[in-house]
């Protein structure tokens, strides 16, 4: 299955034949069918797939047609070789690539919906691919102050480097940020969402002539072969196990790894030749390294009020928008070890009685619909919007942590360089459906491993009165991950990049 564009003639003509699968029930999927009213298409849909649970079951209307919305597993359960999908979703390369997790070795055909306000994309895209490379760098997060690429734009913009580059952000939200003649912020998915001839220009200018696109999880494709293209990472080494799910593309130039022992586990994983990996570190961990905190965030915060700080960063169980859940094991609080209102307000009591502030802060995919539980004075929630909203990212939340609560995500590697406990909830770990990269990942979770509720409170206990029994173990991992814990991560990366 391969995914392309498609007229909407065309898709008549297809449609003839084959019923229609839209995938997205969002804005753009009534845009298409109001647009395009005249070709009568809801005629020939069969139903629509969308990864938000809420609307499973219901019934949108498609030019006076009724059409049901159905979840995507739907779609192992049909011999595709009988409809067309439709992607009328705006994520499509993302989408595509689930489609093709759902049905392992999917037959068929998948199209990019028809819109004649993107007819001109791929002219526009030739045009400027055509004019001469310029010193653009385009620089795409997981959102808009992910951590890998907002650490080495900082750095670049202390250090010169605007007087070779310009530096072209990617954001979901780029009125937020006030322009410069060296920074640029760009509507990451103006292909698909523009409003206006000049903004599908503009996009494309910057896009097709960059030298360099660099990004994290939100991939950014090559638009000619002089390009360059870098994978910072979002987590490295990957503890979760990622072959098959995180694909990276074949024209990509280099994947960034932070020692020799992670670019084992990165080339296994992402299916990339280490010759193309660079060992420089990770940007993000150099916030880590600077002195000084934020006054504006301690304030936000709170901090100064507790004796301690814990700072509890789970990665995803739910992917939100989605029905992906990477767990079997029942979370009816949306958080590791509380299973009830009663051990809720025992995780509560032990926080007040300890004086320690507890920061959790979901993981940036992770659906909230699923967290239960509520905030007090000594629990608080911090959403990634907010931190986006701050323009910090959880780098800088990290300074003021004196211990950190986690599981399987990579984050506590990077933790580790500052030497301070570390607590891990492994209650799900027999349940946990995608498996780990490693034989035994616990030889890689150096800190307390916590399974209930006591074992919760007990690591509060432990952290109020700065007991840390797995320094020497913490520190032996620390090294294994970390060949450069100097904080010197943007440079060493612009050092090996050649970029001044």
Request: proline share 4%; hydrophobic share 35%; with cysteine.
């Amino acid at each position: 299955m391969k995914l392309k564009r498609c007229s909407a003639e065309k898709l008549k003509r297809i449609a003839q034949r084959k019923q229609i699968i839209c995938f997205g029930a969002g804005e753009n999927l009534f845009y298409v069918f109001e647009t395009y009213r005249n070709l009568k298409l809801e005629q020939k849909v069969a139903f629509i797939v969308d990864n938000n649970k809420s609307k499973t079951g219901k019934s949108v209307e498609l030019n006076g047609c009724s059409v049901e919305v159905k979840p995507p597993d739907v779609l192992k359960e049909i011999n595709l070789h009988k409809y067309i999908i439709i992607i009328t979703a705006l994520k499509q390369a993302e989408i595509f690539c689930q489609i093709q997790n759902i049905c392992r070795n999917p037959g068929g055909n998948c199209y990019r919906a028809p819109n004649r306000r993107f007819e001109l994309s791929g002219t526009i895209e030739k045009l400027m691919c055509k004019l001469p490379l310029k010193n653009f760098m385009v620089l795409n997060g997981e959102g808009d102050t992910c951590e890998n690429v907002t650490a080495l734009g900082k750095y670049m913009a202390g250090n010169n480097y605007f007087n070779k580059y310009q530096l072209v952000w990617l954001c979901d939200h780029p009125e937020r940020f006030k322009e410069t003649r060296q920074e640029k912020y760009i509507n990451r998915r103006a292909y698909m969402t523009a409003k206006s001839l000049w903004e599908l220009i503009r996009y494309y200018y910057y896009t097709g002539r960059a030298r360099y696109i660099i990004f994290e999880n939100q991939m950014v494709r090559k638009m000619r072969t002089d390009q360059i293209s870098i994978y910072l990472n979002h987590g490295s080494p990957p503890l979760k196990a990622t072959k098959g799910i995180i694909n990276l593309p074949a024209s990509l130039n280099y994947a960034v790894s932070p020692s020799a022992f992670s670019t084992t586990i990165i080339s296994e994983q992402y299916s990339i030749n280490k010759e193309r990996i660079l060992e420089c570190g990770s940007m993000r961990t150099d916030i880590l390294f600077t002195e000084g905190r934020s006054e504006k965030l301690q304030k936000a915060l709170g901090t100064d009020n507790y004796k301690k700080v814990i700072l509890w960063v789970p990665t995803f169980r739910q992917r939100k928008n989605t029905n992906r859940v990477d767990t079997d094991r029942d979370l009816p609080y949306g958080i590791p070890a509380v299973y009830s209102e009663q051990e809720f307000e025992q995780m509560l009591c032990a926080l007040e009685e300890n004086e320690i502030l507890l920061l959790f802060k979901p993981h940036l995919l992770q659906d909230l619909n699923c967290l239960k539980v509520r905030e007090s004075n000594h629990f608080r929630i911090v959403i990634p919007q907010e931190l986006e909203e701050w323009q910090v990212s959880v780098y800088d939340v990290m300074k003021f942590a004196d211990a950190m609560i986690t599981d399987y995500s990579t984050i506590a590697f990077d933790f580790m360089l500052l030497d301070r406990p570390i607590g891990y909830t492994i209650d799900d770990i027999a349940f946990y459906k995608l498996g780990f990269s490693v034989p035994d990942v616990q030889e890689l979770m150096p800190g307390k491993k916590i399974r209930d509720i006591k074992g919760l409170t007990d690591f509060f206990l432990n952290v109020a009165q700065d007991s840390d029994e797995y320094v020497q173990e913490r520190r032996s991992v620390s090294k294994l991950v970390h060949d450069y814990p100097d904080g010197n991560n943007c440079e060493r990366f612009c050092r090996r990049m050649n970029l001044l």
